[in-house]
C-alpha cells in the first residue's frame, strides 16, 4: 500500500500518461462476504468510488457539470446476502494492465471485499439470466421429515407478492425456479437452487425463503435463535453457460 506522499507522486505520473484513443472498459469479478454482506448497494457504490481514487487508477469520468467515474454494477444483491460472483465494469482512459489494475485494488480493499479477477469483458450484463445461490435456514420447526415437505411443496405453485415499477404483482414463483434440490445438514436445511436473474423476471432468494417458510412453517420463533443465510455462487446465460 502507498503512503499518501506517494500516492500523490503516482496520481500526477498516471496523469502525465497519454490518453487512450477512447475509454477501455475493465470488467472485476468480487466477492462480498462476511460484515459487508449488510451495507447497502449505495454505500457499495461509494466504497468503490473511494477505493479506486485511493488506488490510483487512470479512471475515465464522464463529461460535463458534475465529472464522475462510470460504475456499472451486474445484478442486485439484497443486504444480508453474500456473494462470491459478483461483477463491476469500470473505464479506464490510460494505458494499464488489468492484473495492475486488481492488485492495486486489493491493497486498499480486505479480504471481505476483494477482486478475484480483472479482464477485458466480452458479454454484457443483459445477458445474464440465472443465479445459483446456496441457502442455509436454522429453525426450531425442522425434522428429518421437512426436506422431503419442502421439495413436495415445491413441486406446486407458490404465489407471493412481488414488487415491479407498476406495483406489487401477485406471481406464482416456482415458475422462476430452473433447478432446485433440498437436505438436512447437522440440523440445518441446506438449499441449493437456481433462480431466475434477468431484468424482467428477477427472483429475490429472500421472497423464496419468506414463501417456504410460510408453506413449511419455518422461521416462526425467535430471530434472535432462528436465521437463514444467502450466498449467490454463479451466473448464468439463457444457454446456462457461466457468465464472465
Excluded at 489494475?101 to 471485499?113: H, P, S, Y
Excluded at 425463503?209 to 449467490?232: F, K, M, V
Aim: hydrophobic share 35%; proline share 4%.
Amino acid at each position: 500500500m502507498l503512503s499518501e506522499s506517494q500516492k500523490l507522486i503516482e496520481k500526477k505520473r498516471i496523469k502525465s500518461l497519454p490518453e487512450l484513443e477512447r475509454p477501455r472498459t475493465v470488467r472485476l469479478k468480487f466477492i462480498k462476504v462476511g460484515s459487508l454482506q449488510y451495507i447497502s448497494h449505495l454505500d457499495l457504490q461509494r466504497t468503490f468510488n473511494r477505493v479506486i481514487v485511493r488506488a490510483c487508477l487512470p479512471i475515465w469520468y464522464t463529461k460535463g457539470f458534475n465529472p464522475h467515474a462510470k460504475l456499472v454494477f451486474s445484478t442486485p444483491l439484497s443486504i444480508g446476502a453474500q456473494s462470491t460472483c459478483e461483477f463491476l465494469d469500470i473505464r479506464i482512459d490510460r494505458e494499464m494492465s488489468c492484473e495492475t489494475i486488481m492488485e492495486r485494488l486489493n491493497a486498499e480493499l480486505t479480504e471481505e471485499l476483494k477482486i478475484v479477477d480483472a479482464y477485458i469483458p466480452e458479454r454484457d450484463f443483459a445477458d445474464i439470466k440465472w443465479a445459483s445461490y446456496d441457502i442455509s435456514i436454522t429453525s426450531g420447526g425442522i425434522s428429518e421429515n421437512t426436506p422431503e415437505q419442502i421439495m413436495q411443496r415445491i413441486k406446486e405453485p407458490i404465489f407471493m407478492l412481488k414488487k415491479t415499477k407498476a406495483g406489487e404483482k401477485e406471481i406464482d414463483i416456482t415458475g422462476l425456479i430452473h433447478s432446485f434440490s433440498c437436505k438436512l445438514v447437522e440440523g440445518d436445511i441446506k438449499i441449493s437452487c437456481t433462480l431466475s436473474a434477468s431484468s424482467t423476471e428477477y427472483l429475490n432468494p429472500e421472497l423464496l425463503i419468506s414463501g417456504l417458510a410460510r408453506e413449511c412453517d419455518l422461521l416462526c420463533g425467535s430471530p434472535l435463535e432462528e436465521h437463514y443465510d444467502i450466498i449467490r455462487t454463479s451466473l448464468y446465460d439463457a444457454e446456462f453457460n457461466l457468465f464472465k
